[in-house]
C-alpha cells in the first residue's frame, strides 16, 4: 500500500492549473480553497467526455445516447449516496450550490411550516447563505431569527440554543458543520441532541466540511443537508442537497416546469416522484458527471487521509505564522477543533494589501468580509486575509506565505 | 511594467497611517456613507457648507492603505472649495495624485469609494439646500456611474 506521504506528494500531478505560474513567473501557490478548489485531470476528462461521446438529454428519450446520459447522471446520486452515507438515493436533490439548496428549503419547506412568531434560529459564524434566505423567510412570515452566539474562541455558545429551545417557538435550527471564515468544527452531535430532545429540525451547511472530512449523515441525523461539488474537486455550479424522506414529503415544489410533473392539465398539475418533483428543467447533466468524478477522486484517497493531511498542514502553519510578530490569528488553536482554514490579520495591515502584495508572489489568498459580515462585526474587524488548504497543498506553499509576510511587514515599516 | 505592489510607495503607506482629516464634524452641513459591498470598504464624509463653499470636509471609516490615501487625498483637495468645483473633480485629479492612474480594476473601487461618497454628499445637500437642483440627477449617475 501506498504510504500516505507518496500518496499527496503525486496528487499534484494531476492538476494541471498548479504547473502554470502567475505574475512574472512565480509557481501559483493556492491556498483559496474555502472558496474554491482546483480541479484534476480527470475531472475536467469526465466533462469533456460526457460532451463529447454521451451528450443527450436524460429521462425521457429513447435512445441510446439518452441511456447513457442518464446513466451517467443517476449514477452520481448513488456514489452521493455512499459518501455521506445515505440509504435512500431518492433523498438527493441536484442543485445549483449550497446557496440554492438553503434557499430551495427555506421556499419549499418554509413558506408551508413558518408562521407569525415562529423562532428560525441560525449562528452568528454563518456564511450569508445560511442567513439571508432567512431573514427572506423571516420578515415575510412575521417570524424571528436569532443566533446562536459565538465565545472568544470562535465556538458557539450552545447555552444560547436552550435559551430558544426552551421558548417552544423554534421551528428550525440551521447552522454551518465548519466555518468558512475560522474553521470552526461545529458540535453538531450535542446541536442536532438538543433539537431532537425539542423536536425541533436541523439544517447542516456542509460546504465547508464534506470536502476536508468524512461526513456521516446517518450517524449525524439532522432533517437536511446541503454542500457544493466546485469546492470538493468538482465543477462550478453543482451542489446538493439532501432531506430526511419523511420531510421531503411535506414540502412544496421549488421551481415549476418540465421534469417535475407526473401530470399536467389546464388548470392543475400533479408531481413526480422523489427526488425529481425538486428538479424542474433540464438539469446541469455534465456538471453533476463532473461531480461523480470527484467523489471517485475523493474517495479513492479516503477522506481520513484528507482530514489527516489537512490537520499536518494546518498544525505546521499556525506555528509558523505565531512567529511572525504582529499576526493575528483568529479562532481555536485546537486542531482536533478546526478545519483547514485560517483567518488572520496582520499588524495594523488591511487585509486587501496583504492579499495585494503577497500576489506579487504568486499566492492566492481571499482577503475581504468572506460572505460573513455578522462574524466579522462579532470579531470586529472589516476584513481578515484568510489562507485555506486541500489535498495539493505542501508545507512549502505554507512556507512561500510566510516569508511573503516579510514582504508585506517591509513595504509597511512593521 | 512596474508590478502592482508598487503602488505601496511612501506616500501611501504614510497617509494610511496617518490618515489627513480624519475624523467627524460635529455640526456638519451634510454627511454621507457609502460602502463597497464586495470588499467592506465603508466611508462616511461630513461637509461645513458656508455660501457654497466647503469650509471643512472630514471623512472617517474603514478600508485598505488605497482607500484611505485617496480619501486624504480628496478631502485635501476638497476643502475650500466651492460646490461647483468640487463637483467637477474627477477620478483622475485624485489617482494621479498619487500615481494610481494605471491601478487594477478590482482596486479602483477601493481608490474611488470617497470620491463617489463626495459626490453623494453634494447632492444630497444641493438637493435640500439650493434653489437649483436642476443637476441634481445628473451628479447622482455620475456618482451612481464612478466604477
Known amino acids: 500500500m501506498q504510504s500516505t506521504e507518496s500518496l499527496f506528494e503525486n496528487i499534484r500531478k494531476d492538476f494541471p492549473i498548479l504547473q502554470r505560474t502567475v505574475r512574472d513567473n512565480k509557481p501559483l501557490v493556492y491556498l483559496d480553497n474555502a472558496s474554491t478548489t482546483q480541479k484534476p485531470n480527470q ?8 460532451y463529447q461521446n454521451h451528450n443527450a438529454n436524460i429521462h425521457r428519450a429513447v435512445y441510446a445516447l439518452a441511456e447513457e446520459a442518464t446513466e451517467a447522471y443517476e449514477s452520481t446520486r448513488d456514489k452521493i449516496a455512499n459518501f455521506i452515507n445515505i440509504k435512500d438515493r431518492q433523498e ?10 438553503i434557499n430551495l428549503v427555506a421556499y419549499a419547506w418554509g413558506r408551508p411550516h413558518i408562521n407569525e412568531g415562529d423562532i428560525i434560529v441560525t449562528t452568528e459564524y454563518e456564511h450569508h447563505s ?6 427572506l423567510l423571516t420578515q415575510e412570515k412575521r417570524a424571528k431569527l436569532e443566533y446562536i452566539g459565538m465565545d472568544d474562541n470562535g465556538e458557539l455558545i450552545l447555552d444560547d440554543l436552550d435559551k430558544y429551545l426552551a421558548t417552544g417557538k423554534v421551528k ?3 447552522f454551518s458543520l465548519m466555518s468558512n471564515v475560522l474553521g ?5 452531535k450535542t446541536i442536532i441532541e438538543k433539537c431532537k430532545a425539542a423536536g425541533v429540525p436541523t439544517l447542516i451547511d456542509g460546504a465547508q466540511a464534506v470536502p476536508h472530512m468524512k461526513v456521516d449523515l446517518e450517524k449525524l441525523g439532522c432533517d437536511f443537508f446541503a454542500f457544493s461539488g466546485h469546492k470538493m474537486l468538482g465543477p462550478t455550479g453543482i451542489g446538493v442537497l439532501w432531506v430526511k424522506k419523511s420531510v421531503l414529503e411535506t414540502m412544496n415544489p421549488f421551481h415549476g416546469g418540465g421534469d417535475m410533473i407526473r401530470e399536467v392539465h389546464k388548470y392543475e398539475t400533479t408531481w413526480n416522484d422523489l427526488p425529481y418533483k425538486f428538479e424542474a428543467g433540464t438539469p446541469n447533466i455534465a456538471d ?4 461523480g468524478s470527484a467523489i471517485d477522486y475523493l474517495t479513492k484517497i479516503g477522506m481520513d487521509n484528507v482530514r489527516e493531511h489537512e490537520i499536518e498542514l494546518t498544525r505546521y502553519a499556525i506555528e509558523k505564522l505565531s512567529e511572525v510578530k504582529g499576526l493575528h490569528i483568529y479562532g481555536t488553536t485546537d486542531i482536533s477543533k478546526r478545519g483547514g482554514v485560517i483567518s488572520f490579520n496582520f499588524a495594523d495591515v488591511h487585509p486587501h494589501d496583504v492579499a495585494q502584495i503577497i500576489d506579487e508572489e504568486g499566492i492566492a489568498v481571499r482577503s475581504g468580509h468572506h460572505c460573513a459580515q455578522v462574524l466579522m462585526e462579532r470579531l470586529n474587524v472589516a476584513a481578515t486575509s484568510r489562507a485555506s488548504f486541500y489535498i ?3 508545507k512549502d506553499d505554507i512556507d512561500i506565505l510566510v516569508n511573503s509576510l516579510n514582504t508585506v511587514a517591509k513595504v509597511f515599516k512593521l | 511594467m512596474s508590478s502592482n505592489a508598487d503602488i505601496y510607495h511612501e506616500m501611501i503607506v504614510d497617509y494610511s497611517r496617518n490618515p489627513i482629516n480624519y475624523g467627524e464634524i460635529e455640526n456638519h452641513d451634510v454627511t454621507f456613507h457609502d460602502s463597497n459591498p464586495l470588499c467592506g470598504d465603508s466611508i462616511d464624509i461630513d461637509m461645513k457648507i458656508d455660501e457654497n463653499k466647503v469650509t471643512d470636509i472630514k471623512f472617517h471609516g474603514k478600508g485598505c492603505a488605497i482607500c484611505m490615501a485617496c480619501s486624504s487625498v480628496l478631502t485635501e483637495i476638497t476643502k475650500g472649495k466651492s460646490i461647483d468645483e468640487a463637483r467637477a473633480i474627477e477620478k483622475n485629479d485624485v489617482l494621479s495624485e498619487l500615481g494610481l492612474e494605471h491601478l487594477q480594476a478590482v482596486r479602483i473601487k477601493c481608490a474611488l469609494l470617497s470620491l463617489k461618497v463626495l459626490k453623494s454628499a453634494l447632492y444630497t445637500y444641493i438637493g435640500k439646500n439650493l ?14 456611474n464612478l466604477y
Open chain 1, 172 to 174: 428550525l435550527v440551521t
Open chain 1, 43 to 50: 475531472v475536467i476528462n469526465s466533462i469533456t467526455d460526457y
Open chain 1, 184 to 188: 470552526t468544527i461545529t458540535d453538531a
Open chain 1, 288 to 291: 453533476v458527471v463532473g461531480l
Open chain 1, 92 to 101: 438527493i436533490i441536484f442543485v445549483r450550490g449550497t446557496t440554492e439548496a
Open chain 1, 392 to 394: 495539493y497543498n505542501t
Open chain 2, 131 to 144: 434653489e437649483d437642483t436642476s443637476d441634481v440627477d445628473k451628479l447622482k449617475e455620475e456618482a451612481a
Open chain 1, 130 to 135: 445560511n442567513i439571508v434566505p432567512w431573514q
